[in-house]
């Protein structure tokens, strides 16, 4: 490839007509359906198509649909939540769909039906922000706003953004990502108009940028490591979510493209290769760093995966930093989960066994009623150590496994963390600790699916930013 093909990319992870006409055809069922009921229940709404599909910007195999019943604003809140779960339910019931209910703001229901997963969520019909009155609402200002200004061409310029960004890993602006929104990747087209220029101007962001599509000049609202302003909400940053990492590998990825031949960028736009990956290779890997690496494992609550990995990723800077207070040298830290029922907190040391004695830092010499109590209260095993009394201590914990055990012991041992509040009863009661050995040992060989998945987060563990360099 002499030069890019981006249309022969483009065949390949955009959706064709067919998968688009199936899915505008479920959409435009259920929104019949929704409106027929509110219709024949004198509820007065009406459901609209929102989000990637009605503007026309998403990833084959990828087109989640959503659909928002939209209320009037003199709906109480209350109404809003039972009269929309109603009619989602009952459309559900009548389209013969699997149904779960989920959490946002408010309520919502996830259908299934035909293969496609349909989010039916309830919202204000507002015109502007001004009007929101619950967070889902600005959703339909979004909608309209894209479809408004951004033409087919750029669509698929923002087909290429987002398929890039996946294959980063920096699509998606859930918690557990804390990468870039699917809004933002079309402000980002509308502002840079192609998806080479995108990455051209993002290889020279700095931290405090500004996207002002609409000029509303309000940046110096705003902390973040990007900010954007909404075209649709003045007061609100699009790349809130947007975390400083995730921004980073954008940044360093885009340069490494953009030096790289047309052969290297083309895989770019694909998985890794990941044929050798396998526990062998994964465990050799890990002993030739010659560290020591251990696994805490602890169920999952049951609640939004969204609520639980900030808990997870709470409680990993934590336990680091308590380990480290006692004089652990640690290399890196991760967590992991399968997201049905299993948690897991990664940490890998460079000492994990500590000396027998430690040091406790006195008061300077100088002082002398402060001298005369630190020895009252330490008797003979203190000295002078340049200008401080130091008192020699035996340690109470030599391994991370002997403080780990202590902390996870009982519920008042556990308080010396900041431990997310709903994984506090599974860490304490089910918590298991394994070296990395032993739990890749351990395996579970009748799930090759949650194996791999885990392999995978091992391989990236082991090989920060494969996916920004290829």
């Given at each position: 490839m002499s030069n890019m093909d981006y249309k022969a990319i483009l065949n390949e992870i955009k959706p064709n007509e067919a998968e688009k006409n199936e899915i505008l055809d479920i959409s435009n069922e259920i929104i019949s359906k929704i409106n027929q009921i509110a219709s024949e229940e004198e509820i007065i709404c009406e459901a609209k198509l929102v989000g990637s599909v009605a503007k026309e910007t998403f990833?084959?195999?990828?087109?989640?649909?959503?659909?928002?019943?939209?209320?009037?604003?003199?709906?109480?809140?209350?109404?809003?939540?039972?009269?929309?779960?109603?009619?989602a339910h009952k459309t559900a019931i009548e389209l013969n769909a699997d149904v779960v209910e989920k959490y946002a703001s408010h309520p919502y229901l996830t259908i299934y039906i035909n293969g496609q997963e349909v989010d039916i969520v309830?919202?204000?019909?507002?015109?502007?922000?001004?009007?929101?009155?619950?967070?889902?609402?600005?959703?339909?200002?979004?909608?309209?706003?894209?479809k408004k200004h951004l033409n087919a061409d750029q669509k698929d310029e923002v087909i290429l953004l987002k398929k890039f960004m996946k294959e980063i890993g920096v699509y998606g602006?859930?918690?557990?990502?804390?990468?870039f929104a699917?809004?933002?990747?079309?402000?980002?087209?509308?502002?840079?108009?192609?998806?080479?220029?995108?990455?051209?101007?993002?290889?020279?962001?700095?931290?405090?940028?500004?996207?002002?599509?609409?000029?509303?000049?309000?940046?110096?609202?705003?902390?973040?490591p990007l900010?954007?302003?909404?075209?649709?909400?003045?007061?609100?940053?699009?790349?809130?979510?947007?975390?400083?990492?995730?921004?980073?590998?954008?940044?360093?990825a885009s340069r490494n493209y953009l030096s790289s031949d047309d052969d290297k960028r083309l895989s770019f736009f694909y998985p890794l290769n990941r044929k050798n990956i396998s526990k062998d290779f994964i465990l050799n890997s890990f002993n030739n760093r010659e560290s020591k690496t251990i696994l805490i494992s602890f169920s999952l609550p049951k609640m939004a995966m969204d609520?639980?990995?900030?808990?997870?990723?709470?409680?990993?800077?934590?336990?680091?930093?308590?380990?480290?207070?006692?004089?652990?040298?640690?290399?890196?830290?991760?967590?992991?989960?399968?997201?049905?029922?299993?948690?897991?907190?990664?940490?890998?040391?460079?000492?994990?066994r500590l000396s027998k004695y430690d040091e406790n830092i006195g008061p300077k010499i100088y002082y002398k009623t402060a001298c005369e109590e630190f020895i009252e209260?330490?008797?003979?095993?203190?000295f002078l150590k340049n200008q401080?009394?130091?008192?020699?201590?035996e340690r109470k914990f030599r391994t991370p496994e002997d403080l780990i055990n202590f902390i996870f012991k009982n519920e008042e041992n556990i308080k010396i963390l900041k431990i997310g509040k709903d994984l506090k009863n599974s860490i304490l009661n089910e918590y298991k600790l394994f070296s990395i050995n032993e739990f890749l040992d351990n395996l579970d060989e009748n799930n090759p699916e949650n194996d791999e998945n885990f392999l995978f987060f091992l391989d990236d563990y082991l090989n920060p930013s494969q996916h920004l360099k290829r």
């Amino acid at each position: 490839m002499s030069n890019m093909d981006y249309k022969a990319i483009l065949n390949e992870i955009k959706p064709n007509e067919a998968e688009k006409n199936e899915i505008l055809d479920i959409s435009n069922e259920i929104i019949s359906k929704i409106n027929q009921i509110a219709s024949e229940e004198e509820i007065i709404c009406e459901a609209k198509l929102v989000g990637s599909v009605a503007k026309e910007t998403f990833l084959k195999g990828n087109g989640d649909i959503d659909i928002f019943i939209s209320f009037s604003l003199n709906t109480s809140i209350d109404d809003l939540k039972e009269k929309g779960l109603f009619l989602a339910h009952k459309t559900a019931i009548e389209l013969n769909a699997d149904v779960v209910e989920k959490y946002a703001s408010h309520p919502y229901l996830t259908i299934y039906i035909n293969g496609q997963e349909v989010d039916i969520v309830p919202c204000y019909d507002i015109e502007n922000s001004d009007q929101i009155k619950s967070a889902v609402d600005r959703t339909i200002l979004h909608t309209e706003y894209i479809k408004k200004h951004l033409n087919a061409d750029q669509k698929d310029e923002v087909i290429l953004l987002k398929k890039f960004m996946k294959e980063i890993g920096v699509y998606g602006s859930e918690f557990k990502v804390g990468g870039f929104a699917g809004y933002l990747c079309e402000m980002l087209i509308l502002k840079y108009e192609t998806f080479k220029n995108t990455l051209i101007q993002s290889s020279k962001w700095r931290y405090n940028g500004v996207i002002d599509l609409e000029d509303h000049k309000t940046f110096k609202l705003f902390k973040d490591p990007l900010i954007a302003i909404d075209p649709t909400d003045k007061n609100r940053n699009v790349g809130a979510a947007l975390s400083l990492e995730k921004m980073n590998d954008f940044v360093f990825a885009s340069r490494n493209y953009l030096s790289s031949d047309d052969d290297k960028r083309l895989s770019f736009f694909y998985p890794l290769n990941r044929k050798n990956i396998s526990k062998d290779f994964i465990l050799n890997s890990f002993n030739n760093r010659e560290s020591k690496t251990i696994l805490i494992s602890f169920s999952l609550p049951k609640m939004a995966m969204d609520n639980v990995y900030p808990q997870i990723s709470k409680t990993t800077q934590s336990l680091k930093n308590k380990l480290e207070d006692i004089g652990f040298k640690i290399i890196y830290t991760s967590f992991w989960s399968d997201e049905k029922a299993i948690g897991l907190i990664l940490i890998e040391f460079d000492s994990w066994r500590l000396s027998k004695y430690d040091e406790n830092i006195g008061p300077k010499i100088y002082y002398k009623t402060a001298c005369e109590e630190f020895i009252e209260a330490h008797g003979d095993n203190v000295f002078l150590k340049n200008q401080f009394l130091v008192q020699k201590k035996e340690r109470k914990f030599r391994t991370p496994e002997d403080l780990i055990n202590f902390i996870f012991k009982n519920e008042e041992n556990i308080k010396i963390l900041k431990i997310g509040k709903d994984l506090k009863n599974s860490i304490l009661n089910e918590y298991k600790l394994f070296s990395i050995n032993e739990f890749l040992d351990n395996l579970d060989e009748n799930n090759p699916e949650n194996d791999e998945n885990f392999l995978f987060f091992l391989d990236d563990y082991l090989n920060p930013s494969q996916h920004l360099k290829r």
